[in-house]
């Protein structure tokens, strides 16, 4: 009696250290599971709050807006385009010449009034068109006299193939200005002078880089 008595005492106590550690484990899940739970509700509340603007310069075959207007539609928040207070001439090839020249001198074109107070916002969307391998002059205006510190910039380019230094310089001038970057990225158009507004960058990868703008 007392060999059985000890054998289930030890078959208790066995047993009792199994539920002990499963009931350990589970704890241990369901406190990680919330913890990560708490970590996504607190990021998407922050990313709610967060407010944001998307400013873009557009020319010619429109790229650049297309895909700010998307982003738009996506993301939300306002959304502005620039405009220069002396419009490029209406001929392609005059405005080509121009803005070779410009990009070279790295000028900083006069920018006619938002409409908006970029203060008031805590993240900057900016779009540009690449012209002649860099950001246009447009936005280096923009960029240039923003008041960017502190603000989180995502900057996006168009290009037809050739993107040169454009995202590079663009986080590079936010970066001086304060600014944290982050998911810069570039779409790409063709270059068959035919289909300009044809988009070569695959339709998941803008939606992916979109989403991420998004969580």
């Not at 557009?58 to 993301?75: D, L, M, P, Y």
């Not at 385009?81 to 010449?97: G, N, Q």
């Not at 002649?132 to 006299?145: D, G, H, T």
């Not at 570039?186 to 002078?193: I, L």
Request: net charge positive; with cysteine.
């Amino acid at each position: 009696e007392e060999i059985c008595m000890i054998k289930n005492m030890k078959m208790k106590t066995a047993l009792t250290i199994v539920i002990s550690f499963f009931s350990i484990l589970c704890l241990s899940f369901l406190y990680v599971t919330t913890q990560s739970e708490m970590t996504h509700l607190m990021k998407t509340s922050a990313k709610e709050k967060m407010k944001t603007l998307i400013v873009y310069y557009s020319f010619t075959t429109g790229n650049t807006k297309r895909i700010a207007e998307r982003v738009h539609n996506i993301v939300g928040g306002d959304i502005v385009s620039l405009e220069t207070v002396k419009p490029y001439p209406s001929d392609y090839d005059t405005t080509v010449k121009q803005g070779n020249d410009e990009v070279k001198r790295g000028y900083k074109p006069e920018l006619k009034p938002l409409g908006v107070d970029v203060k008031d916002y805590d993240r900057i969307i900016v779009g540009t068109p690449t012209w002649w391998y860099k950001m246009s002059p447009a936005v280096l205006s923009f960029l240039s006299s923003a008041d960017l510190k502190g603000k989180v910039v995502v900057p996006f380019m168009t290009n037809a193939g050739w993107p040169g230094t454009v995202i590079k310089d663009m986080t590079t001038l936010a970066q001086k200005k304060g600014a944290i970057v982050e998911h810069a990225h570039e779409v790409r158009f063709s270059s068959n002078s035919s289909h300009f507004d044809q988009m070569e960058t695959s339709e998941k990868e803008l939606d992916k880089w979109i989403d991420r703008l998004t969580i």
